[in-house]
């Protein structure tokens, strides 16, 4: 079987070296000299594979994307907020229930495939690029037509009805774009200031019986100090 | 091998609101009592301060304080002819764990049901005639009035400094108050909450439909308040992250908060968390427990020996603990006999969104958990049923408690799930979208029930418990009724736009509703249709006695969580002042 994570197709690999030099993260391995030629990239990620970022990356632009209200999911970084869960605890399936027997119930009765986060994302992503290996260089109206397909069939990718992958992508999108920005999404707080949710801060009281009030201060990241610098890396005092 | 551990004279099973308070009744009376808390211990400080608290991902979407679904779950069908699967992520509700249990993480929205729902069957059939509802319906009196549980009402309320204005002083009606309540002894103990825009607009269009509306009773305090336990708690900030989180702030009532500091402080009371108990064990004949048995967070097994055994976990898990003891008949859908699991019910809620132009700013960010505006004109029996076919009621509020947007994006109905216009119609209602909800009872029937599943397990080997439930035929038409009479204030409220959902089936264990899951071991005068006595004492083993909302034989139109803690106290009192006395079963 192909190994998937470096494909072999100069084609391909000229389209993720592309999308790279354009700022959108892939991460590539590159040799020391290059990567001192180059600026360095913005994101590495942790565990897309660079076809599986190319797929992500083009799928979130059409679900969250860009547009005169403000920058979509790719420039919120939900590509590296989708790596972040899928690489961690989520991915691997925290505080899901996973014992078997394995049946397919009602709609009613939830999720009951085997597939961790990761395992789904992974199988299929897998099978929408062997058919589809060109997603990405779809125009945009072409693949919202393919992601609407998605959305509305159960057809099979690898053991993952299309539009349960379609459901999990849509919800992790939505996740990426309005969760706090430690986790990686949510890019300088922009989709919060977008719809105007103040983020973290926590104090409302003297306003919220001053009616129809313009709330316009910034939004605050759990993770801000008092600079409004956002802290993903703690800095530890020592003495 | 179980270690077997010293006699104590009480075993707690769960440590949250009803252990806390029950916890600190019995050792105020001399009782030893070890607490069994299957989770982490956890206190206002550390572990809910900010900024880390407001945490919409970490919180509200994975659910970090509550019972963890890779361990422990319930499964689920509609119907008895489906097969039940699993709930492979806990969604619908939201089941606590952990010290405090699920009053950690509530809104805070504090009622007391009325007479009509505790004396049900009676009343129902006195005003509507005998056979008003099918024989499905298996709805019935709890054995205790309103009036026998005003001052355990008054005793919690008093407990978490409830804020709120009264609507009847001992049958003295108050305008500005709930003038539809039942007579309560005392004013509430703080002042009602502030009013955000929406709830304004809401009351003013209540108002005017001649409807009676008034501030939601919130145990997310308007004003600082010292306890009877000597607990001060704050005044409530208005954060925007109550239900789902911790509050860091002192300002919402949980047990640590309100008594669980004093309680922890007795010698007399012993805490032990990281405990999952694994059955009450009962004597040869099975008519005494003798204690439990548990395994502690390093897997060992423990038999603490007791000579009274009070449960009180979340509602499902007594249900479960009780079937897992094998303490009362399981009921059997089949022949409508047996008790344990019987009359499992929930909450049937629905929505109406009033959309306003984008110069309306609803700032759905500054909420309390239990901040804003209600009627309760259609609450219980607080109207007339005859011509309209269904009993029970609900009320209607703009009672909105946060605006995170994870979970709160609303967008007028034919917008697209994805995609620039979705983005383009977030962005536009974000701010200017107000939300009236309805908030109605749940009857029970033969067929919605609680039992042990035959195929699926916990971490620990046990069989998880098994839910069968849809919304009856009663209460669809109540939704229907209710959720009209909402969209009518909804047009009143001067948005552009409304969209209202009734309730319609089937339920879905996906969407989250409410955790106001009720019945299972509901309380009764009668041993072949209840599993407690009216003091919530096993009718089969009388040291044992079970609390919470599992003891309501259908659900009212209110939130649960002050008759929990009014039966709490109640329980307390039949505890201390008849079952030590004189130890047995307390009615025969």
Not at chain 1, 123 to 128: G, K, L, S
Not at chain 2, 128 to 139: H, I, R, W
């Amino acid at each position: 079987m192909q190994d998937e994570s470096f494909p072999s197709d100069p084609g391909r690999r000229r389209l993720f070296l592309a999308v790279g030099a354009a700022g959108v993260a892939t991460a590539l391995p590159l040799l020391p000299a290059q990567a001192q030629q180059r600026a360095a990239p913005e994101q590495a990620y942790i565990f897309f594979n660079p076809a599986e970022a190319t797929f992500i990356e083009a799928a979130v632009a059409r679900l969250i994307p860009r547009d005169e209200t403000g920058p979509g999911a790719v420039e919120a970084g939900v590509p590296n907020y989708i790596d972040k869960q899928l690489g961690g605890a989520w991915g691997a399936g925290e505080r899901l229930y996973r014992s078997g027997p394995w049946q397919q119930g009602a709609p009613t009765q939830g999720y009951q495939l085997p597939f961790t986060p990761a395992e789904l994302f992974r199988t299929a992503i897998r099978a929408v690029n062997q058919e589809h290996p060109g997603f990405a260089k779809l125009t945009p109206k072409e693949q919202d037509m393919f992601l609407d397909a998605l959305h509305t069939s159960t057809k099979d990718l690898g053991g993952v009805p299309s539009n349960v992958f379609f459901e999990s992508l849509l919800e992790v999108t939505i996740e990426g774009f309005f969760a706090d920005p430690v986790y990686g999404g949510n890019r300088d707080m922009t989709p919060w200031k977008m719809i105007g949710f103040p983020g973290a801060y926590a104090d409302f009281y003297e306003y919220v019986d001053k009616h129809n009030v313009a709330y316009t201060a910034p939004p605050t990241s759990l993770a801000q100090d008092a600079n409004g610098r956002i802290h993903v890396h703690i800095e530890l005092k020592r003495k | 091998m179980a270690t077997r551990l010293k006699e104590t004279d009480v075993v707690m099973l769960g440590v949250g609101l009803v252990g806390s308070i029950v916890g600190r009744e019995l050792t105020k009376a001399g009782l030893e009592v070890v607490g069994l808390e299957r989770g982490e211990p956890r206190y206002t400080v550390p572990d809910f301060q900010g900024p880390a608290m407001h945490d919409e991902l970490r919180y509200s979407i994975r659910k970090s304080l509550m019972m963890d679904a890779a361990k422990e779950t319930y499964t689920f069908r509609n119907s008895a002819s489906q097969t039940a699967l699993p709930m492979r992520r806990i969604q619908g509700f939201l089941p606590g764990t952990g010290l405090g249990g699920s009053a950690v993480h509530w809104n805070g929205q504090t009622y007391r049901f009325h007479d009509a729902d505790f004396r049900m069957r009676t009343l129902a059939t006195e005003r509507y005639g005998k056979d008003f509802l099918g024989p499905e319906y298996t709805f019935q009196d709890w054995g205790v009035s309103y009036a026998d549980l005003e001052p355990y009402y008054d005793r919690f309320e008093y407990l978490l400094g409830v804020s709120g204005k009264a609507g009847n002083l001992q049958g003295k009606k108050i305008p500005g108050g709930n003038v539809l309540e039942e007579p309560r002894s005392r004013e509430y103990p703080t002042r009602p909450m502030k009013e955000p825009y929406g709830s304004a607009m809401f009351r003013k269009a209540a108002e005017g439909l001649g409807y009676h509306p008034f501030t939601q009773p919130s145990s997310n305090l308007s004003e600082p308040y010292t306890n009877p336990e000597g607990m001060t708690l704050n005044t409530c900030m208005f954060c925007g992250y109550c239900e789902r989180y911790g509050c860091e702030h002192f300002a919402k009532a949980s047990p640590q908060t309100v008594v669980l500091p004093v309680l922890l402080k007795d010698p007399k009371f012993k805490l032990r968390t990281g405990c999952q108990v694994q059955r009450i064990n009962l004597d040869s004949l099975g008519r005494n427990a003798t204690g439990v048995t548990y395994i502690d967070g390093q897997g060992r097994e423990f038999e603490q020996p007791a000579r009274l055994v009070v449960v009180g976990l979340f509602a499902l898990n007594n249900v479960r603990m009780l079937l897992l003891s094998k303490i009362g008949a399981p009921y059997d859908p089949a022949s409508g006999k047996g008790v344990v699991g019987r009359n499992y019910s929930y909450q049937t809620t629905s929505g109406v969104n009033v959309f306003y132009d984008e110069n309306t700013n609803i700032n759905p960010f500054m909420r309390s958990g239990a901040s804003g505006t209600l009627i309760a004109d259609f609450v219980s029996d607080n109207f007339d049923h005859a011509k309209l076919g269904f009993l029970g009621g609900g009320y209607i509020g703009e009672v909105m408690s946060h605006g995170r947007p994870i979970e709160f994006h609303p967008t007028p109905p034919g917008t697209p799930s994805w995609g620039s216009e979705w983005k383009k119609a977030v962005v536009r209602h974000y701010n200017h979208t107000a939300v009236v909800s309805t908030h109605g009872s749940s009857v029970s029937t033969r067929y919605n029930y609680l039992d042990l599943d035959p195929t699926y397990k916990d971490a620990w080997g046990q069989p998880l418990m098994r839910m069968t439930f849809d919304f009856p035929e009663n209460d669809i038409k109540l939704s229907a009724f209710i959720t009209e009479r909402a969209a009518e204030i909804a047009k009143a409220m001067g948005g552009k736009q409304i969209a209202a959902s009734p309730r319609k089936r089937p339920y879905t264990s996906t969407q989250y509703q409410s955790t106001h899951n009720t019945g299972g071991t509901i309380m009764g005068l009668d041993p072949s249709t209840s599993v407690l006595n009216r003091y919530c004492q096993s009718w089969d083993v009388p040291n044992v006695f079970v609390i919470g909302a599992s003891c309501y034989p259908q659900n009212a139109s209110y939130n649960p969580t002050g008759t929990v803690g009014a039966l709490a106290y109640w329980a307390a009192d039949a505890i201390i002042n008849k079952y030590i006395r004189s130890p047995g079963p307390l009615m025969s």
